[in-house]
């Protein structure tokens, strides 16, 4: 009998409810050409641009809908970074069977235009964020000294809108369980609070998002941009601890690298990540 089927049946015999099995996709909403890579990737080639992948990931079971991330429909940054096959989140998520409102729940990995500007695409999902990630970008992010690089104001009062109507789920710190199997780590410091996902299972993986970009950042050891400089240190930890979470290199799921698409069985916009 295999090891995990007998940890299953024991944990039916002891009246413990086994691990969920979730389903993973990811969703590439847009993409974003001629990307310098050593703008994301601290000590990478300078001399190296590349076509980033623009995601969110879509997580099945245990009666929930999640979005990790919802990604963006305003105009904001846009100037900056140019897209292209770009599909509102909302619409990219309906290419793999999910109507918008039937998204439960969106994970918020940080703040930035690109990873928390769709929430309000989704009607009835409750927001789950760092609670010192709301903290920091409702309030000090703004006031003199503070830093809201990447931040859109419009998101950060459809944060609080939200909150009001009791729609917010502050995550408090690191290693919490926030869905059976599923649990949210922090550590990395691309933001003030960022946190990244551990989803357990036959097998189990990490998404990163942006607490690591690419398979380049797992392979040779670097740090994906940080808060600030001081937390390079931090990130390279903490991606070494999402292999260690993840059981493998090969299952944690970088945040912008379209290898992603090619890795994982992939269909349109979609790839089956598990």
Same mark, same amino acid.
């Given at each position: ?17 086994? +691990? ?33 992948? @623009? ?26 970074? &140019? ?16 109507? &918008? ?21 989704? &009607? ?14 409702? @309030? ?22 939200? /909150? +009001? ?9 690191? /290693? ?9 780590? +922090? ?11 551990? !989803? ?5 993986? !990490?998404?990163?998002?942006? /607490? ?13 941009? +940080? ?7 931090? /990130? ?39």
């Amino acid at each position: 009998m295999k090891p995990l089927l007998i940890l299953a049946l024991f944990a039916s015999l002891l009246g413990a409810p086994a +691990t969920p099995e979730y389903s993973i996709q990811a969703i590439r909403y847009a993409s974003s050409p001629g990307v310098q890579v050593s703008e994301l990737v601290v000590g990478g080639p300078k001399d190296e641009k590349v076509e980033i992948a @623009m995601v969110v990931w879509l997580i099945r079971g245990a009666g929930h809908t999640i979005l990790f991330d919802s990604g963006f429909h305003r105009d904001t940054f846009v100037k900056d970074y &140019p897209m292209k096959d770009y599909l509102r989140p909302d619409k990219a998520v309906e290419t793999a069977g999910v109507k &918008p409102e039937d998204v439960t729940d969106i994970v918020i990995s940080h703040a930035h235009w690109d990873h928390m500007g769709g929430m309000d695409l989704f &009607p009835k999902a409750n927001v789950w964020i760092q609670k010192q990630e709301y903290r920091y970008y409702t @309030m000090d992010a703004w006031q003199p000294g503070g830093d809201h690089g990447g931040i859109d104001p419009e998101d950060a009062q459809e944060l609080v809108r939200l /909150n +009001t109507e009791g729609h917010v789920h502050l995550v408090d710190g690191d /290693n919490v369980e926030i869905f059976p199997g599923i649990r949210a780590y +922090t550590g990395a410091r691309h933001t003030y609070a960022s946190q990244y996902l551990r !989803v357990e299972g036959n097998p189990t993986f !990490v998404l990163a998002s942006d /607490n690591c970009y690419f398979y380049l950042n797992l392979s040779s050891h670097l740090a994906s941009a +940080t808060f600030s400089d001081a937390d390079h240190a931090a /990130n390279i930890a903490a991606q070494s601890r999402m292999i260690e979470l993840a059981g493998s290199a090969d299952r944690v799921v970088p945040g912008h690298d379209a290898l992603q698409f090619q890795k994982f069985p992939t269909v349109g916009r979609v790839a089956k990540i598990k």
